[in-house]
DNA sequence: CGCAGAATTGATACATCTCAAGCTGGGTGG
DNA sequence: CCACCCAGCTTGAGATGTATCAATTCTGCG
């Protein structure tokens, strides 16, 4: 049902001291409900490139991402496929009260996830409302994450699409400590073209000319292939189409999210 | 704030005689909480045609449809807009804990709406657990049915992008009572081609130009503009690309949804 | 060194958009 | 009752953005 955990086993942590704890499903729980957690959950380890969890399987856990990324991707018989969620540390995987799995999860960096067995994680939603209270938080973050991205899918260009996603993960990566250089926001990517592609509904091709356009353009700066650098961020969500305004926009920077 | 309920008042009626009662928000609430719902409780009539809320506007309540329909809708500065969702009868409206609305909410059909004051809501979910564990199912299924949409928008071409409309349309029809009649599934579009195509990504030449070709194929057949006949479902259901399959796909008639 | 996966770039095809005319049906006022 | 009107819709012709097919060029790694 899934892959065989291949990269180290992480070590058994304490909550208390997870890198997580204040955004990911548990962040309202109180020490006992923690006591609680402890007692079902397990660490995951999966290196890059491995599936997590596959379409249509049997799922017996729920969990968050604790360090590293995945992709939820949505495949047609034909294999066209569609990323629908990119999931970070602190976003949740798989669906409470739901038996299969409705898209492939998978690693796109060495990923550690913080698994809970289902059953008893369902029962502790009925019994005590702050892990409930928080998930749903959470799940409605999401929805706006993919409502805008309705937006971006829908109605962009090419050009808007690469600028939006770009402004996203630069938005992203700056939310988690690397603060706005006076050089420009820098980060890397951590998507190859064509799950950039997948993510935005173009071809690769598409996307490596749209990002060699920016290039030229000045509004980003490559070095290699996956390392960014915007010197002017304005500029990029001007590019992207959105006003500077966070409207719902925002769902992504306030982030901690739902999914599967 | 919103525009002036039009429409004549609903009359102010008891919970347990709703038509949605057993869908909506209140699905799990018992007797007492209904009676706590009561009293925060209030109808608005709108016409067909008539803003319900403004995107960005100020949002003191929070709802369910009760009759009629309603589309959510993201708009660019430059005028191209999304729909991201299509309000149905049991279908929440609001986001508790927000302020303001993320999108503009419009009826498309006169338009009955459950509100609730939003104050008292929310006080209500802190302190019992069947209003928020519905309301998490209801976003659950809502973002599945999101993530769906996004592979329409996508990955999938005009014509495929029509037919999953009228079997999302149609499929919601007959849960609702219209059964698969020996003639076919029969239904009206609750849309113009310019709501549909805002909620495709498409233009609406492209979204008459494909009607008028699954018309000529066979697919559907027409009378006037809106009321459609489908001999053979399974038929509309190749043309969309979806193989039958219920995957997440059937959030849509799973359904009962959260919003704006 | 050379290979393999990832990315770039080019030439061409095609789906959808855009702009522009008409059509249709239901409502309205003379 | 009829003529008109207008929003919604259809259809056409041409422009355009993105996909597709096909070489190369990078880049890291055994």
């Given at each position: 049902m899934f892959?065989?955990?291949?990269?180290a086993p992480a070590r058994h942590q304490n909550c208390s001291e997870c890198p997580i704890r204040h955004r990911a499903v548990c962040a309202r729980c109180d020490g006992d409900e923690l006591d609680r957690l402890e007692e079902m959950k397990y660490y995951r380890s999966f290196q890059a490139g491995q599936t997590v969890v596959w379409s249509g399987d049997r799922m017996d856990f729920v969990g968050s991402v604790v360090s590293g990324i995945a992709t939820l991707t949505q495949g047609m018989e034909d294999g066209r496929t569609q990323m629908v969620g990119l999931l970070l540390p602190s976003d949740f995987v798989g669906r409470p009260g739901r038996q299969g799995a409705a898209y492939d999860v998978v690693a796109t960096t060495d990923l550690v996830m913080c698994c809970f067995r289902k059953k008893p994680f369902e029962e502790m939603m009925e019994r005590t409302p702050h892990v409930a209270q928080r998930l749903l938080q959470m799940t409605l973050d999401e929805l706006d994450a993919a409502r805008e991205w309705m937006l971006v899918l829908g109605r962009k260009t090419a050009r808007e699409k690469i600028a939006s996603l770009l402004a996203i993960i630069g938005r992203r990566s700056s939310d988690l400590g690397v603060m706005p250089k006076p050089g420009g926001l820098v980060f890397d990517l951590p998507l190859t073209r064509e799950a950039m592609a997948d993510y935005l509904g173009l071809t690769l091709e598409t996307v490596s000319r749209q990002i060699s356009a920016l290039k030229k353009d000045g509004v980003i700066i490559l070095e290699g292939k996956r390392h960014v650098t915007v010197p002017d961020f304005?500029?990029?969500?001007?590019?992207?189409?959105d006003d500077g305004t966070v409207g719902a926009g925002a769902a992504w920077s306030r982030r901690g999210a739902t999914t599967s």
């Open positions: 892959q065989q955990s291949v990269a304005a500029r990029l969500i001007a590019e992207s189409g």
